[in-house]
């Protein structure tokens, strides 16, 4: 079978099953496992080029999204199966999903949720209770667009026993004010920083410089493949909670476990 994946976190559930000889072509956010990299590069949500992903027939292409791109691949007779995981549980089933259309056998997925459902479990349980309970604040875009409780990574805050400053029953992800952070008083910050704009740029914010947790420095930034692995939906979801953990350690004045005399 012959594949074409526009999603970073499906490219990746179809490389830790082991399908990954099976991918022809990816989008151009697709960066993991490395040899992802090497292979043709199709655009990004809302800029795919359909011709392209047509002459690579494939027979069938994986997208987390976007309606308009699927009716287009599917007018030229291009099979498209739309996956968008949100939760923890969904991560499990799109392995699940994955491994029944590529003719894996079930136990295949069933052993890769197995290992993450068992380290994020060891993960919840190497938090001390001194470091739990901390208000924190998620941002995954600068708008500022928060993770909220009912997100994949509102549910890794959770199992960690952090508290999520978004109000419960809000929207998986959702936009707040600036000055909304400074009701909130976050113990916290988690930030997307892919720019690498640092925390000159958070305190930049009007009145964010008065802020507990930006004086004392209690905040975490993430680029690169950290950030790559926190933001995914799919089967780093552990990597990405043991950075939230080491995270806070670290914010806590505790060493990573593994990093003690460093």
């Known amino acids: 079978m012959r594949l074409v994946s ?16 099976r991918l022809v072509g990816v989008d151009r956010f697709s960066n993991w496992p490395e040899s992802v990299t090497k292979l043709p590069h199709l655009g990004s949500l809302g800029s795919f080029n359909v011709e392209a992903v047509a002459a690579l027939q494939p027979d069938l292409v994986l997208m987390a999204g976007d309606g308009p791109l699927v009716k287009q691949l599917e007018r030229l007779g291009v099979p498209v199966l739309v996956l968008s995981p949100q939760r923890h549980a969904d991560v499990s089933n799109t392995l699940a999903r994955l491994a029944r259309v590529l003719g894996l056998p079930p136990a295949r997925a069933q052993q890769v949720w197995e290992n993450i459902r068992r380290e ?37 805050l959770a199992l960690l026993g952090l508290a999520n400053v978004v109000p419960a029953g809000s929207a998986p992800f959702v936009p707040m004010s600036r000055e909304w952070a400074l009701q909130a008083d976050p113990q916290l910050f988690v930030i997307s920083d892919p720019q690498r704009q640092g925390l000159a740029a958070l305190r930049a914010r009007p009145g964010w410089s008065r802020l507990p947790a930006l004086r004392e420095g209690r905040v975490c930034l993430f680029d690169g493949s950290d950030l790559d692995a926190l933001v995914r939906p799919g089967p780093r979801l552990a990597e990405g909670a043991r950075l939230l953990r080491d995270c806070v350690l670290r914010v806590q004045g505790a060493p990573a476990p593994g990093q003690a005399g460093h």
């Open 120 to 156: 994020l479990h060891d993960l919840a349980e190497s938090l001390p209770a001194r470091d739990r309970g901390l208000r924190t604040w998620v941002e995954i875009d600068p708008a500022p667009w928060l993770a909220g409780p009912d997100s994949f990574l509102g549910e890794t």
């Open 6 to 21: 526009l999603s970073p976190t499906l490219t990746e559930s179809v490389c830790v099953l082991g399908a990954c000889d």
